[in-house]
């Protein structure tokens, strides 16, 4: 335990460094104002035997014990410093305090104590390291060196990569608590010349993890040794609880310098406290004595982390491919052999991964040949062979698929993380029941489902502004937080918005590359709504917008035809193409309704003007209505645009018996709406059409609708020829909606008279 000793000897080491802040704190410590625990058995019963802790101003502050016992009197000045700090500030603050933003202020108090430990270990070196005010950058990865991009275990995207030294990682270091690293340790290692081999795991650019590494080169026996591993410990002033996944991260991260750098070295090793003996073992490391444990074969979730870090867009070096095709022959073998349900679960997890690769080919080709010639002996090989073939990443010889048969499916599971275990009407439950109608037997073996990645935040902003998406990443990781009355964000949903968006990005890649001509993004969050600075309605990052603005960059798209077919209207989509000419925005909506636009004289401004329609229907409408404004609106519009490609942001919320919609239309009208624009499609753009999913709030609704629109996606002929009698009974009238959209519109579109 802490002893008044250990804090007068801090007490001093600090004065003998910085004058000032050690006689504030001898005042401190004189008055009692930093004390230690009244007996040891009250300090053992309070703090359960997890660590040390003294009191500061009446608050108690813990020190990690490992830290303690490692370091000794540094981790407690480090400690001392950082409250003087925090102390100092809350006296500045306290003078002109009335009311504000607390949570902020909490901030500036903490930053203020972090800030007084970094100056404070900065002047006991006798040289400071240039360019410690530079901003952190993160490495480029289309480029050599040291660093691998992957996830963490909830889908998170991060980086691992040499610890860059500058102020703002210190400042990380001095406010959170990792194990074994402190800002005097960072410093002593850039002393000693150890930087380099200190590695991180980064994400959003905060810290999350950290490894110390060292090389013991030997003719006939050069081993890798981790010497220490951290991640960020949560704390009690925290308001983001830190991500899972971390230590296996850097274990990844380590074994892939090992096969990419290091190839000649025999192992990795390290000798690791008792506390994490069953996550070493579980990750494939065997314990050689007493707290030495080896590893040599990677096993369980380190095995999928691997695959995820070693798929890069940079061809494999060292023998980092030899190396992983080496892990999949061997998980396959274990296919074979074992029969618990762990190690089979361990090994699919990773196999699975390797068949999803999306930059090198090498994986899914190794997974792919081997499980054609063990299938017989390997019980879930034929869904994994076709699971293969459909994501398109490898194929058969002599089974390649008709493009103008195919669909594209982006419907990653990590979607149902946002809002998850949160009641709300945009909840996972809408997913799950659209991937019910995606398993439905009448579409099997009808469409592909793509591996997607983030989409990368320089992307975003061709639709949204840099500081709405610096608003938005801040929520990543915490639990809870409101962005308008119906918009809320959950610790994942940051990492899920980028993740549809890039889903999104695939689509179109698979469209414009010919792999097909149409497809659906059964993304989550929804997007229309999303305006360039702000969220709203459910909707985080605007993914049609962002799909449109893709296909004009990257695929060099010059006209594009946005329908949004939802049950209110789609602002945010609008918004961002207001004065644009190069995108028809046609939306059918309720009006009046949520969120208030999209009335007929919303035409657009300068030269976009006449490039947005918006057909305001009542409430009420169903499947005629909708069915004659797609044949006399739609359908004209589109061939007097002439787009080169046609998105449709599609809602199942004009469901007759939606939560939300207040509409009338049946799965039926969804599966005719559905065949109508494919038609329109393959006259205008060589059919090339995607869908992506933004309302919809009746799971019945999903499953019925959805499974209808899928059925007439991938052209069954399920119900075609009964619907195809029966439309020419909806275009025998013209409602008076139709003929007010001539009206506004006819200036712009005489063809449509």
Same mark, same amino acid.
């Given at each position: 335990?802490?002893?008044?000793?250990?804090?007068?000897?801090?007490?001093?080491?600090?004065?003998?460094?910085?004058?000032?802040?050690?006689?504030?704190?001898?005042?401190?410590?004189?008055?009692?104002?930093?004390?230690?625990?009244?007996?040891?058995?009250?300090?053992?019963?309070?703090?359960?035997?997890?660590?040390?802790?003294?009191?500061?101003?009446?608050?108690?502050?813990?020190?990690?014990?490992?830290?303690?016992?490692?370091?000794?009197?540094?981790?407690?000045?480090?400690?001392?410093?950082?409250?003087?700090?925090?102390?100092?500030?809350?006296?500045?603050?306290?003078?002109?305090?009335?009311?504000?933003?607390?949570?902020?202020?909490?901030?500036?108090?903490?930053?203020?104590?972090?800030?007084?430990v970094v100056d404070h270990e900065l002047l006991r070196l006798?040289?400071?390291?240039?360019?410690?005010?530079?901003?952190?950058?993160?490495?480029?990865?289309?480029?050599?060196?040291?660093?691998?991009?992957?996830?963490?275990?909830?889908?998170?995207?991060?980086?691992?990569?040499?610890?860059?030294?500058?102020?703002?990682?210190?400042?990380?270091?001095?406010?959170?608590?990792?194990?074994?690293?402190?800002?005097?340790?960072?410093?002593?290692?850039?002393?000693?010349?150890?930087?380099?081999?200190?590695?991180?795991?980064?994400?959003?650019?905060?810290?999350?993890?950290?490894?110390?590494?060292?090389?013991?080169?030997?003719?006939?026996?050069?081993?890798?040794?981790?010497?220490?591993?951290?991640?960020?410990?949560?704390?009690?002033?925290?308001?983001?609880?830190?991500?899972?996944?971390?230590?296996?991260?850097?274990?990844?991260?380590?074994?892939?310098?090992?096969?990419?750098?290091?190839?000649?070295?025999?192992?990795?090793?390290?000798?690791?406290?008792?506390?994490?003996?069953?996550?070493?073992?579980?990750?494939?490391?065997?314990?050689?004595?007493?707290?030495?444990?080896?590893?040599?074969?990677?096993?369980?979730?380190?095995?999928?982390?691997?695959?995820?870090?070693?798929?890069?867009?940079?061809?494999?070096?060292?023998?980092?491919?030899?190396?992983?095709?080496?892990?999949?022959?061997?998980?396959?073998?274990?296919?074979?052999?074992?029969?618990?349900?762990?190690?089979?679960?361990?090994?699919?997890?990773?196999?699975?991964?390797?068949?999803?690769?999306?930059?090198?080919?090498?994986?899914?080709?190794?997974?792919?040949?081997?499980?054609?010639?063990?299938?017989?002996?390997?019980?879930?090989?034929?869904?994994?062979?076709?699971?293969?073939?459909?994501?398109?990443?490898?194929?058969?010889?002599?089974?390649?698929?008709?493009?103008?048969?195919?669909?594209?499916?982006?419907?990653?599971?990590?979607?149902?993380l946002h809002l998850e275990k949160v009641f709300h009407l945009?909840?996972?439950?809408?997913?799950?029941?659209?991937?019910?109608?995606?398993?439905?037997?009448?579409?099997?073996?009808?469409?592909?489902?793509?591996?997607?990645?983030?989409?990368?935040?320089?992307?975003?902003?061709?639709?949204?502004?840099?500081?709405?998406?610096?608003?938005?990443?801040?929520?990543?990781?915490?639990?809870?937080?409101?962005?308008?009355?119906?918009?809320?964000?959950?610790?994942?949903?940051?990492?899920?918005?980028?993740?549809?968006?890039? $889903? %999104?990005? /695939?689509? *179109?890649?698979?469209?414009? @590359?010919?792999?097909?001509?149409? !497809?659906?993004? =059964? +993304?989550?969050?929804?997007?229309?709504?999303?305006?360039?600075?702000?969220?709203?309605?459910?909707?985080?990052?605007?993914?049609?917008?962002?799909?449109?603005?893709?296909?004009?960059?990257?695929? $060099? %798209?010059? /006209?594009? *035809?946005?329908?949004?077919? @939802?049950?209110?209207?789609?602002? !945010?989509?609008? =918004? +961002?193409?207001?004065?644009?000419?190069?995108?028809?925005?046609?939306?059918?909506?309720?009006?009046?309704?949520?969120?208030?636009?999209?009335?007929?004289?919303?035409?657009?401004?300068?030269?976009?003007?006449?490039?947005?329609?918006?057909?305001?229907?009542?409430?009420?409408?169903?499947?005629?209505?909708?069915?004659? +404004?797609?044949?006399?609106?739609?359908?004209?519009?589109?061939?007097?645009?002439?787009?080169?490609?046609?998105?449709?942001?599609?809602?199942?919320?004009?469901?007759?018996?939606?939560?939300?919609?207040?509409?009338?239309?049946?799965?039926?009208?969804?599966?005719?709406?559905?065949?109508?624009?494919?038609?329109?499609?393959?006259?205008?753009?060589?059919?090339?059409?995607?869908?992506?999913?933004?309302?919809?709030?009746?799971?019945?609704?999903?499953?019925?609708?959805?499974?209808?629109?899928?059925?007439?996606?991938?052209?069954?002929?399920?119900?075609?020829?009964?619907?195809?009698?029966?439309?020419?009974?909806?275009?025998?009238f013209i409602p008076s909606t139709v003929s007010k959209v001539?009206?506004?519109?006819?200036?712009?579109?005489?063809?449509?008279?």
């Amino acid at each position: 335990m802490i002893k008044r000793e250990h804090l007068k000897t801090a007490i001093d080491a600090i004065y003998a460094v910085d004058r000032e802040s050690g006689y504030g704190l001898r005042e401190l410590f004189d008055a009692a104002r930093i004390s230690i625990p009244a007996t040891e058995g009250s300090h053992a019963r309070s703090s359960g035997g997890r660590g040390f802790h003294y009191y500061f101003e009446g608050e108690r502050v813990d020190i990690p014990k490992t830290a303690f016992v490692a370091e000794g009197i540094a981790t407690l000045e480090q400690s001392l410093v950082l409250k003087l700090g925090e102390l100092r500030e809350k006296q500045i603050r306290s003078v002109d305090w009335v009311s504000g933003n607390v949570r902020q202020l909490a901030r500036d108090i903490r930053r203020a104590g972090m800030e007084l430990v970094v100056d404070h270990e900065l002047l006991r070196l006798p040289v400071l390291p240039t360019d410690l005010d530079a901003p952190l950058r993160m490495p480029d990865p289309k480029f050599g060196g040291p660093h691998f991009s992957g996830h963490l275990s909830g889908g998170q995207p991060a980086r691992f990569m040499p610890l860059p030294l500058s102020r703002e990682i210190l400042l990380q270091v001095a406010g959170q608590r990792f194990e074994f690293f402190d800002v005097r340790f960072l410093l002593q290692s850039w002393s000693d010349e150890t930087l380099p081999w200190i590695y991180a795991c980064i994400s959003q650019k905060q810290i999350l993890g950290l490894v110390k590494l060292q090389l013991h080169r030997h003719p006939v026996n050069t081993r890798i040794e981790i010497k220490y591993i951290a991640r960020r410990m949560p704390q009690h002033h925290d308001i983001d609880t830190p991500p899972k996944g971390v230590g296996t991260f850097l274990l990844a991260g380590v074994w892939m310098l090992w096969h990419t750098f290091y190839p000649d070295a025999r192992h990795i090793f390290l000798d690791g406290e008792v506390g994490a003996h069953t996550f070493y073992m579980d990750c494939g490391f065997r314990e050689q004595r007493s707290c030495r444990y080896i590893l040599e074969t990677p096993d369980g979730y380190l095995l999928t982390a691997i695959a995820d870090m070693a798929d890069d867009a940079r061809p494999p070096e060292g023998k980092l491919k030899p190396g992983l095709e080496g892990l999949i022959s061997a998980s396959i073998k274990r296919l074979q052999q074992v029969s618990r349900s762990t190690d089979r679960d361990s090994a699919l997890r990773f196999i699975t991964r390797c068949l999803m690769s999306r930059h090198q080919p090498y994986p899914a080709t190794t997974a792919l040949t081997l499980f054609l010639k063990y299938q017989h002996r390997i019980p879930e090989a034929k869904a994994l062979i076709d699971l293969a073939t459909r994501t398109g990443k490898v194929s058969i010889a002599g089974e390649r698929p008709d493009s103008q048969l195919t669909v594209l499916v982006v419907n990653d599971p990590r979607f149902a993380l946002h809002l998850e275990k949160v009641f709300h009407l945009e909840s996972p439950k809408r997913f799950h029941a659209f991937n019910k109608a995606l398993n439905h037997p009448s579409i099997t073996g009808r469409w592909h489902s793509l591996m997607i990645e983030p989409a990368e935040r320089q992307q975003l902003l061709w639709v949204h502004t840099t500081e709405y998406l610096d608003r938005l990443e801040k929520t990543s990781g915490r639990q809870l937080v409101t962005l308008d009355m119906d918009t809320q964000t959950t610790a994942h949903s940051w990492e899920v918005a980028c993740l549809a968006v890039g $889903g %999104v990005f /695939r689509l *179109m890649d698979g469209i414009c @590359d010919g792999r097909a001509s149409r !497809g659906i993004a =059964a +993304v989550r969050p929804p997007g229309h709504h999303a305006e360039p600075d702000r969220a709203m309605g459910f909707c985080l990052l605007n993914n049609v917008a962002l799909a449109a603005r893709y296909l004009q960059k990257i695929h $060099g %798209v010059d /006209r594009i *035809m946005i329908v949004d077919l @939802d049950a209110h209207h789609g602002n !945010g989509t609008q =918004a +961002v193409f207001y004065d644009d000419d190069s995108v028809l925005f046609v939306s059918t909506h309720c009006f009046p309704s949520y969120p208030g636009t999209g009335n007929f004289g919303e035409i657009g401004r300068e030269k976009g003007k006449g490039f947005t329609v918006n057909i305001p229907m009542d409430k009420g409408a169903g499947d005629s209505d909708f069915v004659t +404004v797609t044949h006399r609106i739609i359908a004209p519009l589109a061939h007097g645009f002439r787009p080169e490609f046609i998105l449709v942001s599609l809602g199942f919320d004009l469901y007759l018996h939606d939560r939300l919609g207040g509409m009338k239309v049946t799965p039926e009208g969804y599966g005719i709406l559905t065949t109508l624009l494919l038609q329109m499609a393959d006259r205008e753009c060589q059919g090339r059409i995607a869908f992506v999913l933004e309302g919809g709030y009746s799971v019945k609704g999903i499953e019925e609708c959805g499974l209808k629109f899928l059925q007439q996606l991938c052209r069954t002929g399920i119900g075609e020829s009964e619907q195809s009698g029966s439309w020419s009974q909806h275009f025998q009238f013209i409602p008076s909606t139709v003929s007010k959209v001539i009206e506004v519109q006819k200036t712009f579109w005489p063809h449509l008279i």
